[in-house]
Structures are given as C-alpha cells and as structure tokens.
C-alpha cells in the first residue's frame, strides 16, 4: 500500500544549489500536483499534470520545472535555490470520477530549508 | 487572491462534545468541496467530501454541511475524541479548472481530555 511516495524526506540547500523531488505514485492516477505549505498558510499549488507528457503552471510556479514522462513519476526541479523556497513540498495524485469527486492523496511531504 | 477562506486559526474542545469547523470560498464555480486532517510532519489526508448538488454529507462522526447562497461549508465532528487534534483543511474544486484544489489555510483542533 505504497500510495504517493516522496523523496527525500529532508534537505537542506545552500543558495543557488539545484536539486529534484522525487514524487511516484502507484494507484495509476492520471492527475498530479505539487504543492508547497509555508507556515501558518494553506496549500498552494506548483504544478500539477493531467496525464503523461501534459504538464501545467499553477498558483506559484516561479523558481521550479516539472516533468510527467511516465503516469507513476511526477519530479519536481529547483534550479537556483532561494530562500524563498524554504517550505514543506507536498505531491498529490488524484483520479477525478464522473461525480467529480476529487479526492487526492498526499505524500508524506519533504522539508525543504533553502540557507 | 484566496478564493477559500478559514477565519478561525484554532479551536479547542472538550473531548466528547462537538466540534464545528468553518469554511467560506468565493468562487461560485467551485463543484466540489474537501476537508483534510493533517498531523504534524505527515501529509493531509482526505476526510469528506461533498458535492455542490448536495447540502449534506455524513461519514460516521464526520458530518459536512454546504449553504450554497451563503458561499459556506462546516465540518462536524461529534463526539471529539483526543485523536482528532490536528490541522483541518477547508478545500475546494470544479471541473473548470482541471479539478485543482484550492485550500484554505487550515484550522488546528485541540481536543482537551
């Protein structure tokens, strides 16, 4: 019962590293999304995908790239680290139904600190 | 632009009585409507769920309730127990837009013993 898996778990980035979040999921979910959570704030959605090979800006997409080559695997790229992007990164996949029903799973998050 | 809202940072509770948790949004494209429980250093996980066509959803202790006119949704929970302290979070979708989730900033629950 993997579900949506996420590594790594921690990570600490000096400014101007790059690095990728890794995201899988094995339920076959054709929906993906990355999410941040800053303290005290709600999610906002990165990016999120629909399907293989069809990404998607969303809320706040500045300072990261996303691929969707395969329906299991959604990575998230950061190439110049900013402080800024010191938060908690969370992937999700979801599979909406004709009723709608857009229920998502979460990963377990990975805290991100940018120094 | 947060087009969903939770006014109430915190609530704290007695355990066995009830607990309401308040939502607002103001996108009335939004078809379908979310809440999530969080513990710290895991990811939210869904816990109900109702659809803009209904006023009502009941899961177990869990009830949503949706005031369309009123752009407002509540979750219930009754009786609070100790492991439902967490953060909850108020979320919304439509079809319109890819079916994105849109939340609000969460309300943390203690329940007190």
């Known amino acids: 019962n993997a579900g949506v898996t996420q590594t790594p778990k921690f990570r600490i980035l000096k400014i101007g590293q790059s690095m990728t979040l890794q995201c899988t999921q094995d339920m076959n979910h054709n929906y993906m999304y990355w999410y941040r959570q800053d303290p005290g704030m709600g999610l906002k959605l990165i990016y999120y995908s629909v399907g293989a090979g069809i990404t998607d800006k969303g809320e706040v997409p500045n300072g990261y790239n996303v691929s969707r080559s395969t329906t299991e695997d959604f990575p998230l790229r950061l190439e110049l680290a900013a402080p800024s992007q010191t938060s908690v990164y969370f992937c999700?996949?979801?599979?909406?139904?004709?009723?709608?029903?857009?229920?998502?799973?979460f990963g377990q998050g990975t805290r991100l600190t940018v120094v | 632009d947060q087009q969903v809202k939770q006014n109430s940072p915190s609530l704290s509770v007695q355990e066995g009585r009830i607990s309401i948790l308040n939502c607002d949004y103001t996108n009335s494209m939004f078809d379908y409507f979310l809440w999530y429980k969080k513990y710290p250093a895991e990811g939210p996980t869904f816990l109900i769920s109702?659809?803009?066509?209904?006023d009502k959803n009941e899961d177990g202790r869990f009830t949503v309730f949706l005031n369309k006119s009123a752009k407002h949704l509540s979750l219930h929970i009754v009786p609070s127990q100790p492991g439902d302290s967490a953060v909850y979070f108020c979320a919304a979708s439509s079809l319109s837009n890819d079916y994105k989730l849109s939340f609000g900033a969460g309300t943390t629950v203690t329940v007190r013993a």
């Open positions: 999700a996949s979801s599979a909406p139904g004709r009723q709608g029903n857009t229920e998502a799973f």
């Open positions: 109702i659809s803009s066509i209904k």
